[in-house]
């Protein structure tokens, strides 16, 4: 069972973008441990992609955030609706943030490290 199906998301499948000023959303330990296994699988599932587009970008932090996070957005887009996040680099980051929040979790922490890999 395919968890994210890139490139070809169509708005109709995305989460709304969140309201101007809107606190951003939080999630509970057990949806960060859920959520990590969607976003491993995703990526693993992508995993070609994002290679070819990390080294293109190389080491520059510019050419990271032009050619990488683009790619990653559309590849996660789906799951990131999934999980009522904007499909858009901002509900990226939002999701970054939400996950972060339990990093102290010995489960959420090793699979922080397997996403960052």
């Given at each position: 069972q395919q968890r994210c199906r890139p490139p070809h998301v169509h708005t109709r499948d995305m989460a709304e973008p969140a309201p101007l000023g809107a606190p951003p959303k939080t999630v509970t330990l057990e949806e960060a441990k859920?959520?990590?296994?969607?976003?491993?699988?995703?990526?693993?599932?992508?995993?070609?992609?994002?290679d070819s587009a990390k080294g293109m970008a190389g080491q520059d932090v510019m050419s990271v955030m032009m050619m990488l996070l683009p790619q990653v957005t559309q590849v996660m887009a789906p799951m990131l609706s999934k999980h009522g996040f904007p499909a858009d680099p901002a509900g990226l980051f939002n999701l970054i943030a939400a996950l972060s929040v339990h990093k102290d979790d010995a489960d959420v922490a090793g699979k922080l490290a397997t996403m960052k890999g």
């Open positions: 859920a959520i990590l296994v969607d976003v491993n699988a995703c990526l693993a599932e992508n995993k070609t992609v994002l």
